[in-house]
Nanobody, 124 residues
Framework: EVQLVESGGGMVQPGGSLRLSCAAS????????MSWVRQAPGKGPEWVSR????????YYADSVKGRFTISRDNTKNTVYLQMDKLKPEDTALYHC?????????????????WGQGTQVTVSS
């Protein structure tokens, strides 16, 4: 069974930092591209970042480029999102997902494989 468990969210002031973690199980993590997706209240999901299965290629949405860093540790089956210079508009529920499940998120089964998310709130 695919399981993704996010942690590390919280409340932080603008300009602050947080590091999110996502622990994976139930599939071959080291062979799987992973993504982070966020959803703000009243808005649809927004793709944030992706990392390929080896960790050698990373991609970012323009809204977070230069501020967020995605990484992974295949020995720990964990993907991370380091978030620096946080802004109020970064406030959202952050999910990790297998890239294939992110792309096919209109399929309820594939969407169910996303993690439950961890809340990030940026406010003064």
């Amino acid at each position: 069974e695919v399981q993704l468990v996010e942690s590390g969210g919280g409340m932080v002031q603008p300009g602050g930092s947080l590091r999110l973690s996502c622990a994976a199980s139930g599939f071959t993590f080291s062979a799987t591209d992973m993504s982070w997706v966020r959803q703000a209240p009243g808005k649809g999901p927004e793709w944030v970042s992706r990392i390929n299965y080896r960790g050698g290629s990373t991609y970012y949405a323009d809204s977070v480029k230069g501020r967020f860093t995605i990484s992974r540790d295949n020995t720990k089956n964990t993907v991370y999102l380091q978030m620096d210079k946080l802004k109020p508009e970064d406030t959202a529920l952050y999910h990790c997902a297998r890239e294939s499940d992110r792309i096919l998120a209109t399929n309820p089964t594939r969407r169910s494989y996303w993690g439950q998310g961890t809340q990030v709130t940026v406010s003064s």
